[in-house]
């Protein structure tokens, strides 16, 4: 074949090439699939002229809030689903999420209900989710996924904002519109309850029933304390001398003009006004049998101390009363193993003494296994019958508890808090005193440097309570690998080992302290138990002294 010949069949080729593609200039370059997202970022103002970052399984892109709250962001081969980012000034980072797959167009709306939804889907903070964003990240934007966690919010908000039905992610939102009605509404919760968006995310990214915990945070708050919220609280009596009274009662506190409402034996209604001593403590009314004082925790837990000013115990101070908000917690959530700190007696005329004990619950509330110990460490394991082992819930709030663990029937009451950690106070029938429980974790090390404000209340083997300390202290050393820090106060240095005598629990070694210049000081061996995310621990010293006592964080 000549060169000639050669050269035409190439061209021939290259000409019908180019005309199945589209070539010869009479065809367009192929266009690359987009995807576009767009929605309105709103707090329930519109977040005019905001930087709104987009990160999706393929591709990135960033737009600027309009006036209205609108943004557009158009993506090259974007591929979804995608995480969503707007930066308010002067306020914190919201974020969003859209499920799907490949290019297209699509609506998501970025506000503080998408930032719950997204903590939910997460089960962590929503900014680790988007700054990641990895496969991982990814597979957990699903629209079944995303239906759950609306649910969950939705339940966790019932009561404070009504979202039934409302999907904030993809629903219509517009200045005034229903949904940016809801977002007002969070908005003037939060406000009330003086808690934080954050605080909120962060207690539905705990996980479980969020119901309990986030209904508590949204009650609206006193106005220099966070911890005293409105609502309906337990009222346990600890050391209550009648035996035929039950021990406990229920009160509503009214935090905005600081009233407790109850009802009396004879099924009267009182209201009794709280005076504000500041930093969350709060003066009774002083009446012909005394005084009392009540000291309101983060959380709302409340120690309330009465001092007698007449009959045989006048002068006396006890602690009168423990105030746990109360809140609806399912049964089956007590399954898992107790770690128990009790103040008991047998009977209404002997002496207090104080021990630990570990019960084990199952799904159904009953209590499979129990080891009570003494103060001075001796342990035995009590035998379970077949009926009244357990736990019961009962209709007008918390639980009834009989058998082995109280060896009568008893009440219970059950606090989840913010990062889900369960604990609970019970009060023993007859008089005999009461346990406060904690749900078994390992304790981690604090670290140097953590500075702990807190009242110190105490409890004697007669009953009464009387010191109230306020002590500051400083962990100044943590070793790691034996499990102990050291922590500093003006008077003494203290050495903790975690998780002894038992997991969740603390210990000091007896005579194990110094002053802060390092001489040799003596002190009690104690056994602490703190509960997790309420500020409240409880402790007893070990034998021979065996007294109780309850630590409140200070604000």
């Known amino acids: 074949m000549s060169i000639l010949r050669q050269s035409q069949l190439a061209a021939g080729v290259m000409a019908a090439l180019l005309s199945a593609c589209g070539g010869g200039g009479g065809g367009s370059a192929p266009v690359t699939p987009s995807l576009t997202l767009t929605g309105t970022a709103a707090t329930g103002a519109a977040i005019a002229g905001a930087p709104v970052q987009v990160k999706c399984a393929s591709g990135t892109g960033s737009a600027t809030s309009a006036a209205d709250g609108r943004y557009t962001v158009e993506i090259a081969a974007g591929s979804l689903p995608c995480a969503l980012t707007v930066q308010p000034a002067g306020g914190s980072a919201l974020h969003s999420v859209i499920e799907g797959s490949g290019p297209g167009t699509v609506t998501v709306n970025i506000s503080p209900l998408t930032e719950?939804?997204?903590?939910?889907?997460?089960?962590?903070?929503?900014?680790?989710?988007?700054?990641?964003?990895?496969?991982?990240?990814?597979?957990?934007?699903?629209?079944?996924?995303?239906?759950?966690?609306?649910?969950?919010?939705?339940?966790?908000?019932?009561?404070?904002?009504?979202?039934?039905?409302?999907?904030?992610?993809?629903?219509?939102?517009?200045?005034?519109?229903?949904?940016?009605?809801?977002?007002?509404?969070?908005?003037?919760?939060?406000?009330?309850?003086?808690?934080?968006?954050a605080d909120v995310a962060a207690a539905l990214a705990a996980g479980g029933d969020a119901s309990a915990s986030v209904g508590t945070m949204l009650q609206p708050a006193a106005a220099n304390?966070?911890?005293?919220?409105?609502?309906?609280?337990?009222?346990?009596?600890?050391?209550?001398?009648?035996?035929?009274?039950?021990?406990?009662?229920?009160?509503?506190?009214?935090?905005?003009v600081l009233t407790v409402g109850y009802r009396d034996g004879a099924g009267v209604d009182h209201s009794a006004m709280l005076t504000d001593d500041g930093s969350c403590t709060y003066s009774g009314p002083v009446?012909?049998?005394?005084?009392?004082?009540?000291?309101?925790?983060?959380?709302?837990?409340?120690?309330?101390?009465?001092?007698?000013?007449?009959?045989?115990?006048?002068?006396?101070?006890?602690?009168?009363?423990?105030?746990?908000?109360?809140?609806?917690?399912?049964?089956?959530?007590?399954?898992?193993?107790?770690?128990?700190?009790?103040?008991?007696?047998?009977t209404v005329t002997t002496a207090f003494a104080a021990g630990r004990a570990t019960m084990v619950v199952d799904g159904a509330g009953k209590l499979t296994a129990l080891t009570g110990c003494d103060s001075a460490g001796m342990c035995q394991e009590r035998s379970i019958g077949n009926n009244g082992d357990g736990f019961t819930a009962n209709a007008d709030g918390g639980f009834d508890i009989g058998g082995s663990a109280t060896e009568a029937s008893s009440r219970a009451f059950a606090y989840k808090a913010a990062d889900g950690s369960l604990s609970m106070f019970m009060k023993y029938s007859g008089g005999r005193g009461f346990m406060i429980l904690a749900k078994q974790a390992a304790l981690p090390l604090p670290d140097p440097g953590t500075v702990s404000n807190y009242w110190d209340v105490s409890f004697t083997s007669s009953g009464s309570s009387p010191t109230l300390v306020e002590q500051s202290t400083t962990v100044t050393a943590v070793d790691a690998a034996a499990g102990t820090y050291t922590r500093t106060s003006t008077s003494r240095v203290?050495?903790?080992?975690?998780?002894?005598?038992?997991?969740?629990?603390?210990?000091?070694?007896?005579?194990?302290?110094?002053?802060p210049a390092g001489a040799a000081l003596a002190c009690s061996g104690i056994v602490a138990m703190p509960l997790p995310g309420t500020g409240i621990t409880s402790y007893f010293t070990v034998a021979p002294q065996s007294d109780f006592g309850i630590t409140i964080a200070r604000p």
Request: proline share 5%.
């Open 116 to 197: 719950l939804v997204v903590a939910r889907l997460a089960g962590g903070t929503p900014a680790d989710l988007v700054a990641s964003f990895d496969s991982a990240a990814q597979a957990k934007v699903t629209r079944s996924r995303l239906d759950a966690a609306i649910v969950d919010v939705a339940a966790a908000l019932q009561g404070t904002i009504d979202l039934a039905g409302v999907d904030p992610l993809k629903d219509a939102l517009a200045v005034g519109n229903a949904l940016d009605q809801k977002l007002d509404a969070l908005n003037a919760a939060l406000a009330a309850a003086r808690t934080s968006l």
């Open 494 to 515: 203290d050495r903790y080992k975690v998780d002894d005598p038992q997991a969740g629990m603390r210990s000091r070694a007896a005579n194990s302290c110094t002053t």
């Open 287 to 346: 009446d012909a049998q005394g005084s009392s004082k009540f000291l309101v925790s983060s959380s709302g837990i409340t120690i309330k101390r009465d001092t007698d000013s007449s009959g045989p115990q006048a002068g006396l101070t006890f602690v009168g009363g423990i105030l746990v908000p109360l809140q609806a917690i399912p049964l089956a959530e007590l399954a898992g193993t107790w770690n128990v700190m009790k103040y008991y007696r047998e």
């Open 225 to 256: 304390c966070a911890g005293l919220r409105s609502g309906r609280y337990a009222w346990l009596s600890p050391v209550e001398n009648d035996p035929s009274a039950p021990g406990y009662a229920f009160v509503t506190i009214d935090a905005a």
